[in-house]
């Protein structure tokens, strides 16, 4: 079974990014990334009403962390990393299957410019070569074609179509699951 233990908190570095752990003074991005209509339509979540709720949502990360539930990294420029442009996780672990579900959300300001690519590359290197995982799913709605683009270009492939799996304000969406293997 699988051991993990997020107490020397990894942080990831590439060419562009940093990926690094969230904190108090991230509250406002949290917050916009938490309530923005643009970026919550493709996860299905509704927006945060206020600041607490997004003091409560890193909270909540932060004990699913100290948990060894699931990781989430900030996501920041190198050339300004003290203010993150989006979140990227491993969520959904299921330790006996060596398997977990990555998500992500980037402020639209940063879409199609080949950050969440970067980003997500950078969390499969981790996952798979650090954690020891055997698998790495994404579930996104299947109208995202710019997510579904984006793990395909980054090897995952399409394993499932589930007919009306989410509700979103009043309506039934499709899910697409996909998946990428050591």
Same mark, same amino acid.
């Given at each position: 079974?699988?051991?993990?233990?997020?107490?020397?908190?990894?942080?990831?570095? /590439? %060419?562009?990014?940093?990926?690094?752990?969230?904190?108090? %003074?991230?509250?406002?991005?949290?917050?916009?990334?938490?309530?923005? *209509?643009?970026?919550?339509?493709?996860?299905? $979540? *509704?927006?945060?009403?206020?600041?607490?709720?997004?003091? %409560?949502?890193?909270?909540?990360?932060?004990?699913?962390?100290?948990?060894?539930?699931?990781?989430? +990294?900030?996501?920041?420029?190198?050339? &300004?990393?003290?203010?993150?442009?989006?979140?990227?996780?491993? +969520? &959904?672990? !299921?330790? &006996?299957?060596?398997?977990?579900?990555?998500?992500? !959300?980037?402020?639209? %300001? =940063? +879409? #199609?410019?080949?950050?969440?690519?970067?980003?997500?590359?950078? !969390?499969?290197?981790?996952? =798979?070569?650090?954690?020891?995982?055997?698998?790495?799913?994404? #579930?996104? $709605?299947?109208? &995202?074609?710019? /997510?579904? /683009?984006?793990?395909?270009?980054?090897? @995952?492939?399409?394993?499932?179509?589930? $007919?009306?799996?989410? =509700?979103?304000?009043?309506? @039934?969406?499709?899910?697409?699951?996909? /998946? #990428?293997?050591?």
């Amino acid at each position: 079974m699988l051991s993990l233990d997020f107490t020397d908190f990894p942080v990831l570095i /590439s %060419d562009k990014l940093i990926l690094r752990k969230l904190r108090p %003074d991230d509250l406002p991005e949290i917050f916009y990334l938490r309530s923005e *209509e643009n970026i919550l339509q493709h996860i299905g $979540k *509704e927006p945060a009403k206020n600041i607490n709720e997004a003091r %409560d949502f890193l909270v909540m990360i932060e004990k699913a962390i100290n948990a060894a539930e699931s990781i989430m +990294w900030g996501i920041t420029l190198k050339e &300004n990393r003290k203010k993150i442009i989006g979140t990227i996780c491993l +969520w &959904n672990i !299921v330790k &006996n299957n060596y398997r977990a579900e990555i998500g992500y !959300v980037l402020h639209p %300001d =940063f +879409w #199609r410019k080949g950050i969440m690519k970067e980003a997500v590359n950078m !969390v499969l290197i981790y996952g =798979f070569n650090e954690m020891k995982l055997h698998s790495i799913e994404a #579930r996104i $709605k299947a109208e &995202n074609l710019a /997510s579904a /683009s984006l793990l395909q270009s980054a090897g @995952f492939l399409k394993e499932g179509h589930l $007919k009306e799996e989410l =509700f979103y304000r009043g309506s @039934f969406y499709d899910s697409i699951i996909y /998946s #990428r293997f050591q």
